[in-house]
């Protein structure tokens, strides 16, 4: 059982930055794919960015050089630095945890609470 819970939400005017971080603790694989990704309203969730415990990134197109995802030592803390927010970043954050086999990523994994970002001036 994995839980997950992430914290750094809140309001920012466009320009801004957040930094968003997501705590991880249970039983947790050496190999894995911790991320973010964003839910607008009355749409599915899309993915934002991940990290592979080798530290591998992959980013949404609508992101990049905006934001950085990066994970602690301990490897059981992710963080997304988010810089130069739009209000089109405005959507509730989740963070997510699955396994993986070599490049095989196993399963929907586990899902975290959700933070709300909120861009506006």
């Known amino acids: 059982q994995v839980h997950l819970v992430e914290s750094g939400g809140g309001l920012v005017q466009p320009g801004g930055s957040l930094r968003l971080s997501c705590l991880a603790s249970g039983s947790i694989s050496s190999t894995y794919v911790m991320g973010w990704y964003r839910q607008f309203p009355g749409k599915q969730r899309d993915l934002v960015a991940t990290i592979w415990d080798t530290d591998r990134t992959k980013y949404a197109d609508s992101v990049k050089g905006r934001f950085t995802i990066s994970r602690d030592n301990a490897g059981n803390t992710v963080y997304l630095q988010m810089n130069s927010l739009k209000p089109e970043d405005t959507a509730v954050y989740y963070c997510?945890?699955?396994?993986?086999?070599?490049?095989?990523?196993?399963?929907?994994?586990?899902w975290g609470q959700g933070t709300q970002v909120t861009v506006s001036s």
């Open positions: 997510n945890l699955r396994r993986r086999l070599g490049s095989i990523i196993i399963g929907d994994g586990d």
